[in-house]
């Protein structure tokens, strides 16, 4: 028994020895501070919401998109809405859009976008406004849990008497990122004897080069509509934001979008 003793109390010295010492102590793994480093910005999700006047099911679409736009705050959502077809309110822009994203496919409205192609919801997902509401809710919120792999900012700069909008987009991602254009719409809020909201004119796109990781990309817009506010018809001004986005133009997703009031 004691020499059974005597061989335990003989390794654990010998162990101590070869660890110099250093058995009970914890390691430590140097990092390669070389490494690219993964910094990564929070997602603003765009939902375009393509609409017709006189669409009988366009307006479940409208209430329950409006107010998640309310709920989440331009920070995370942004809504805009499209309309087509000759209703009054569509533009020739508005119209091309949906012929890009849509092509020979299926057509007809309410028709959501989020985040571009990312993902699809045509007509409602059923005809209660709760299941609508949950269902638009889940798309967004998956989206918002990915990382952006860009940074974007931008700005209304007054010449004279309107703005011009400039801006900058980075990658903050360790790849190289491609097939990018940077895009911008300019929308109106309506009254309650209107639309919400909807778009009056879209940009025309700026291609990106192959963005490598780090690099940036200095973009500048001038609106054909003026963006200073006029005055309404019953003497009140009218309010119009922007919306300035990053677009892959071959898978077509949208990969960061920013609100500027």
Excluded at 58 to 67: G, R, S
Excluded at 180 to 208: H, R, T
Aim: charged fraction near 25%.
């Amino acid at each position: 028994m004691k020499e059974k003793i005597f061989t335990f109390i003989f390794l654990i010295v010998l162990l101590l020895t070869l660890s110099g010492n250093n058995f009970f102590t914890p390691r430590v793994f140097a990092q390669d501070n070389d490494s690219p480093k993964n910094v990564f910005s929070t997602r603003t999700v765009l939902v375009e919401l393509f609409v017709q006047e006189g669409c009988l099911t366009c307006p479940t679409a409208e209430f329950c998109l409006e107010d998640l736009a309310w709920e989440y705050g331009t920070s995370k959502f942004i809504l805009v809405e499209e309309h087509l077809w000759g209703d009054g309110y569509d533009t020739f822009e508005t119209n091309a859009r949906y012929n890009w994203y849509v092509g020979d496919g299926k057509k007809g409205t309410p028709d959501v976008f989020i985040n571009g192609l990312t993902k699809r919801l045509q007509g409602l997902a059923c005809e209660c406004v709760e299941g609508n509401y949950e269902c638009y809710e889940d798309a967004i919120d998956k989206e918002l849990i990915k990382p952006s792999l860009l940074e974007l900012t931008a700005s209304k700069i007054k010449i004279e008497s309107d703005y011009i909008i400039e801006g900058t987009v980075e990658n903050i991602s360790d790849i190289p990122l491609k097939d990018l254009a940077v895009c911008g719409m300019v929308g109106k809020e309506g009254d309650e004897s209107g639309p919400y909201n909807y778009i009056q004119d879209i940009f025309p796109f700026q291609y990106m080069p192959v963005l490598l990781p780090g690099a940036t990309f200095n973009f500048k817009f001038v609106p054909e509509i003026l963006l200073a506010p006029e005055s309404g018809i019953n003497g009140e001004e009218e309010v119009l934001y922007l919306v300035i986005f990053v677009q892959n133009t071959e898978s077509k997703e949208i990969l960061q979008a920013l609100y500027i009031e």
